[in-house]
């Protein structure tokens, strides 16, 4: 794992042992972070289900103003913080469940463990916290089917097993 550009291209990032944790795969979090390219620099970001911290390190090595990181375990938030301790930027680290978040951002990321429903319940979340012209980005191992009041599901790209929806008010 490694930030892909920005003030911190090439960083490697500390990583889970085992198998049981799946980081989005740098070809994904390449593509995902092509498209978005022109919403990052600025942007208020959280990334809701954070891991390593991957996605929004990628965001604050490309100018994000700030970024929120969470994930309600533990161990995945000490290794956020060990992968934080080399990166400069206005970011926040919690060890809560998501629904507790609160706040206004331009960018959500929503990357539960695949097994998991969590996501469904982030997007509902994120209808109430996306800033008017914000996105989220859903990450899981398949197509997303269904509805969610006050958003519209605008995009969709697969790579491999690896599906991201794209969602922005509606």
């Known amino acids: 794992m490694r930030v892909i550009s920005g003030r911190y291209r090439g960083m490697a990032l500390a990583g889970f042992n085992g198998s049981d944790i799946r980081p989005t ?3 994904v979090k390449e593509s995902l972070f092509n498209i978005i390219s022109d919403r990052v620099a600025g942007a208020r970001v959280l990334d809701a289900f954070c891991g390593s911290g991957s996605l929004g390190i990628e965001c604050l090595s490309r100018g994000a103003e ?3 990181f969470n994930d309600k ?3 995945s938030v000490a290794l956020c913080k060990k992968n934080l301790s080399r990166i ?3 970011y926040k680290v919690t060890c809560a469940d998501f629904s507790r978040t609160t706040g206004e951002f331009d960018l959500i990321f929503i990357d ?3 097994a998991s429903e969590a996501g469904v319940a982030a997007l509902n979340l994120a209808a ?3 800033s008017e012209d914000g996105i989220a980005v859903y990450e899981r191992d398949r197509s997303f089917t269904g509805e969610i009041a006050g958003l519209e599901k605008y995009d969709e790209r697969k790579y ?3 599906y991201l929806t794209f969602f922005k008010r509606s």
């Open 66 to 68: 700030f970024v929120h």
């Open 88 to 90: 400069e930027g206005n």
């Open 128 to 130: 109430r916290i996306l």
């Open 25 to 27: 795969a740098d070809r």
């Open 112 to 114: 539960p463990p695949y």
């Open 73 to 75: 375990s533990a161990e």
């Open 160 to 162: 491999g097993r690896t």
